[in-house]
């Protein structure tokens, strides 16, 4: 009952996917060790319940599957989601630090797209500014 009420109480807090997903398993795996296993339905509901409140999107679209997840599957989609979401929060982040540059006052707006020549935000021999 100890290990059943461990594994509904999981939550991850401040830790990785990789760390949470590592304490769940266990959790799994000790259950199956004392004969009484938890479906894999009712693991990835646990783990889905003790995620942050980031995984919501991707929690919502993972549980509409007709099968329940393996292990691995799961672990990859978490870390996956975990990734591109510290991956654009740094890039806020750096949007913050070094906001974008803005023309000077009674500068004309040509005089400003001369002034930046980044090749990611103006194509080159398209439109009038070519």
Request: hydrophobic share 40%.
């Given at each position: 009952?100890?290990?059943?009420?461990?594994?509904?109480?999981?939550?991850?807090?401040?830790?990785?996917?990789?760390?949470?997903?590592?304490?769940?398993?266990?959790?799994?795996?000790?259950?199956?060790?004392?004969?009484?296993?938890?479906?894999?339905?009712?693991?990835?509901?646990?783990?889905?319940?003790?995620?942050?409140?980031?995984?919501?999107?991707?929690?919502?679209?993972?549980?509409?599957?007709?099968?329940?997840?393996?292990?691995?599957?799961?672990?990859?989609?978490?870390?996956?989601h975990e990734f591109l979401h510290k991956?654009?929060?740094?890039?806020?982040?750096?949007?913050?630090?070094?906001?974008?540059?803005?023309?000077?006052?009674?500068?004309?707006?040509?005089?400003?797209?001369?002034?930046?020549?980044?090749?990611?935000?103006?194509?080159?021999?398209?439109?009038?500014?070519?």
């Amino acid at each position: 009952m100890q290990l059943h009420g461990s594994l509904q109480d999981l939550r991850q807090g401040d830790e990785s996917v990789t760390q949470f997903m590592q304490k769940a398993k266990a959790l799994f795996d000790e259950l199956a060790a004392a004969s009484r296993p938890v479906s894999l339905e009712d693991f990835n509901l646990y783990v889905f319940c003790g995620l942050r409140g980031e995984f919501k999107d991707l929690v919502t679209s993972l549980v509409t599957k007709a099968e329940p997840l393996l292990y691995a599957d799961l672990h990859s989609h978490l870390i996956t989601h975990e990734f591109l979401h510290k991956t654009s929060l740094s890039s806020i982040g750096y949007a913050v630090i070094n906001p974008p540059l803005l023309p000077m006052p009674n500068t004309p707006p040509a005089a400003f797209f001369s002034q930046r020549q980044s090749p990611g935000i103006f194509c080159r021999n398209r439109g009038r500014f070519h």
